[in-house]
């Protein structure tokens, strides 16, 4: 059975900085696309930023150069580092898992609120 289990999540003036961490169990993690998708009410679910068992990193326009994606494969974890948090940030971060660039599971998700 897949879990996958985020955590970071919490209230942060703008400006400020969020660290989510994403562990997962039952799958075979270093084989695994991960990514992370946010949902803010309203408004449509959008993938945020992925990465490849490689290593291969996309990000949305809307947080490159803010938002860092990375993955310890020993710890069966990817994390999204978010930095200059803006108040348009604020959503419900999902994990998943990314097969051929479509989400498969999908972990419970995360509030950020970014208070301006």
């Known amino acids: 059975q897949v879990h996958l289990v985020e955590s970071g999540g919490g209230l942060v003036q703008a400006g400020g900085s969020l660290r989510l961490s994403c562990t997962a169990s039952?799958?075979?993690?270093?084989?695994?696309?991960m990514g992370w998708y946010r949902q803010a009410p309203g408004k449509q679910r959008e993938l945020v930023a992925a990465?490849?068992?490689?290593?291969?990193?996309n990000y949305a326009d809307s947080v490159e150069g803010r938002f860092t994606i990375s993955r310890d494969n020993a710890k069966n974890t990817v994390y999204l580092q978010m930095d200059s948090l803006k108040p348009e940030d604020t959503a419900m971060y999902y994990c998943?898992?990314?097969?051929?660039?479509?989400?498969?599971?999908w972990g419970q998700g995360t509030q950020v609120t970014v208070s301006s």
């Open positions: 998943t898992t990314m097969t051929g660039g479509r989400p498969g599971y």
């Open positions: 039952g799958i075979i993690f270093r084989i695994k696309g």
């Open positions: 990465i490849t068992p490689g290593g291969t990193i």
